[in-house]
């Protein structure tokens, strides 16, 4: 599996969504894992990271509309976001800062 992400497609403002990513125990066991984001013309950027004992982090563009959260048994991480925004348009990734492994990732879309 390596890191599998899915769950994207096209939302209006405000709308929502929830992403998911399916990940090998290998990478995603004990490990942090994050959502990042590249939009069209800009860098690659964390929006979202889960420590293995389940504290958060966020950057403040998504701060109070995002939640990250994981499931250590089925080796899932998933990101709720609610209240969308047409900036938060991007192709979404999962992965683990400590392996420079970066899967597939997922289109979101947001129409104003």
């Known amino acids: 599996v390596q890191l599998q992400a899915s769950g994207g497609g096209l939302v209006q403002a405000g709308e929502s969504l929830k992403l998911s990513c399916a990940a090998s125990a290998s990478i995603f066991s004990g490990n942090a894992m994050g959502w990042y984001r590249q939009a069209p013309g800009k860098r690659r950027e964390l929006v979202a990271l889960?420590?293995?004992?389940?504290?958060?982090n966020y950057d403040d563009s998504v701060k109070g509309r995002f939640t990250i959260s994981r499931d250590n048994v089925k080796n899932t991480l998933y990101l709720q976001m609610n209240s969308l925004k047409p900036e938060d348009t991007a192709v979404y990734y999962c992965?683990?800062?400590?392996?420079?492994?970066w899967g597939q990732g997922t289109q979101v879309t947001v129409s104003s």
């Open positions: 992965r683990s800062p400590k392996f420079l492994i």
């Open positions: 889960i420590f293995s004992d389940g504290r958060v």
